[in-house]
Each structure stands twice: as structure tokens, then as C-alpha cells.
């Protein structure tokens, strides 16, 4: 997710209206992502193999597909469960930035059920449950349109 540490012109801005896994989104995330690590290595003289190897698994760290690349879409959900919920939280209560109940829900859902690795589904759950169940709170406490549904209840795995 290095991209957005550097925010500038070309950063890919996520719309919840096109879904937690807007393809477009992901993508250009990535490769922006890649692209500055990528740089970053080169200008410290970092070996073309071990450059071309970082980029490639930044280039999927949102949707695995070889092993090594499986791990790093894991730990990625892993750190957006326990570091990015609350920003998530704190979007819905500004109407322009689109993040509904509904929305938030579906991004804290397809970050959990994206994991392929059982060793970090195991250890996704608790976090998983614990964010749905603060936005359960968040939505309440806002006293949101629609409010809390059942589906946004921590329901353990879905």
C-alpha cells in the first residue's frame, strides 16, 4: 500500500459505490504501489531479480495466486483488520465519501473472505468479528438511514 504514503495526481481513488474489489481500483492501486517500491530499490542499488520479484508480489498483494503472493494478500488483510477499520468508521459519517453501513460492510467482509491461507483466516476471525461488530456501534450511534441490519452484525465467518 505504499502509494498512499505518496499522495499526488496519479493516486487511484476508491469509489465504495463500484464494490469492495472494483477490479480498476485494486489494480491501479498496485501498480503505483509497485512502481515506487520498484523505484525506491533501484535507486539503492537493490539486485534486478530481487526488484523484479518485490514488484511482481505488490503487483497481487491484493489478490495472491502463487503462494508466496497468497501470504502477502493475507498479511494485507491481516493489517486492514487491525489498522484501517476505524478510518473506515470515521468515512461513513461524511455523506460525500460514500461509505455507507452497506459499503463499509462489504469491504471489512471481502477483506476477510479474500484470505486463502487457513493459519490466517484462524487469525483473521477475531478481527473480522470485532470490526463488524464496531460498526454495528458506528452505525447505530450515528443513527445512520437504514441503521444497523442483521447482516451487519458479527456473525463470525461469512
Same mark, same amino acid.
Given at each position: ?8 495526481p496519479?493516486s487511484?481513488?476508491? *469509489?465504495?459505490?463500484r464494490?469492495? *474489489?472494483d ?13 515506487i517500491?520498484g523505484d525506491?530499490?533501484?535507486? @539503492? ?12 508480489l505488490?503487483?497481487? @498483494?491484493?489478490i ?12 494485507? %488483510?491481516l %493489517?486492514?483488520?487491525e489498522v484501517n477499520?476505524?478510518?473506515f468508521? *470515521?468515512?461513513? %459519517? ?10 463499509? @460492510?462489504a469491504?471489512f ?12 483466516? &484462524? ?6 468479528q ?5 460498526l454495528?456501534?458506528?452505525a447505530?450511534r450515528?443513527?445512520l ?5 442483521? %447482516?451487519?452484525?458479527? &456473525?463470525?465467518?461469512?
Amino acid at each position: 500500500d505504499m502509494e498512499r504514503a505518496f499522495p499526488g495526481p496519479d493516486s487511484p481513488k476508491q *469509489d465504495p459505490s463500484r464494490g469492495a *474489489d472494483d477490479p480498476l481500483y485494486l489494480q491501479e492501486h498496485s501498480e503505483r504501489s509497485a512502481r515506487i517500491v520498484g523505484d525506491f530499490l533501484r535507486e @539503492h542499488q537493490a539486485p534486478a531479480n530481487l526488484i523484479e520479484e518485490v514488484m511482481a508480489l505488490i503487483r497481487v @498483494h491484493e489478490i495472491g495466486g502463487w503462494p508466496e503472493a497468497d501470504w502477502v494478500q493475507a498479511a494485507d %488483510s491481516l %493489517s486492514f483488520l487491525e489498522v484501517n477499520v476505524q478510518p473506515f468508521l *470515521d468515512m461513513m %459519517s461524511s455523506t460525500r465519501a460514500g461509505w455507507t453501513p452497506e459499503a463499509v @460492510h462489504a469491504k471489512f467482509s471481502w477483506m476477510y473472505s479474500r484470505i486463502r491461507l487457513p493459519e490466517a483466516r &484462524q487469525l483473521a476471525t477475531p478481527l473480522y468479528q470485532h470490526a463488524l461488530e464496531k460498526l454495528r456501534l458506528q452505525a447505530e450511534r450515528l443513527k445512520l438511514p437504514g441503521g444497523p441490519r442483521p %447482516s451487519l452484525q458479527a &456473525q463470525g465467518q461469512e
